[in-house]
Every structure is written in C-alpha cells, then in structure tokens.
Nanobody, 123 residues
Framework: QVQLVESGGGLVQAGGSLRLSCAAS????????MGWFRQAPGKEREFVAA????????IYADSVKGRFTISRDNAKNTIYLQMNSLKPEDTAVYYC????????????????WGQGTQVTVSS
C-alpha cells in the first residue's frame, strides 16, 4: 500500500519553472515505479513522465521531453518533477502515481494515486 501527496503547483508565467513533489508513505515506495500524469479540463488524463524503481530509467512524453525532468529520492520517499520552459498548454492538474509492477505510459495500469496539484501557466 502506498499513499501519495503532491505539492508544488501554482501559477507561473510562460517560460517559467516549477518543481512538483510527491511524498509517499508506505513500505513499498522503494519497490514501486512512479509516474506523473496530468489532466486538463475536458481532456483525458495523459502521461507526462515515469521513473523506474531504482531511478536509473526514465521515460517522457514527447510534449515535455527536454523541458521536464523526473527524479526520485528513495531515502526521502519522494519523487519530483522539475518543469522548465513552461507553456500555457502545460496547464493541468498534475497527479503522481505508483505501481509495484508497471512503469509505463498507461494511467490505468497504476494502482496508487495522489489527489493532484494544479499547475496554471499564463501567457
């Protein structure tokens, strides 16, 4: 069982940066792959980035590659999403997710979810 709490969202101008955090509790955090997803109003939830259990492997959506960086600190039971060069189209609620078996792009494969944090990018 893993409980997830996101933080770090807010309002930022286009071109700015934000760092999201996701604090996890539960004994299985270090054995779980973690992912970030986002959902804008009226749109489906979409994959942003994922990181392997050991942190040695990462994957990104094409729309954020080169601008966003996912990382994890297993000693702190926390993952991060550093977001640079933000664009208005990055505006969404951002969710972190965890799964002990899956580490890919499909949101429906992840078992555990946080409540989300709002990111708004103004033009």
């Amino acid at each position: 069982q893993v409980q997830l709490v996101e933080s770090g969202g807010g309002l930022v101008q286009a071109g700015g940066s934000l760092r999201l955090s996701c604090a996890a509790s539960g004994r299985t955090f270090s054995s779980s792959a973690m992912g970030w997803f986002r959902q804008a109003p009226g749109k489906e939830r979409e994959f942003v980035a994922a990181i392997w259990r050991t942190g040695t492997g990462t994957i990104y959506a094409d729309s954020v590659k080169g601008r966003f960086t996912i990382s994890r600190d297993n000693a702190k039971n926390t993952i991060y999403l550093q977001m640079n060069s933000l664009k208005p189209e990055d505006t969404a609620v951002y969710y972190c997710a965890a799964d002990p078996q899956y580490s890919g792009r499909n949101w429906y494969e992840y078992d555990y979810w946080g409540q989300g944090t709002q990111v708004t990018v103004s033009s």
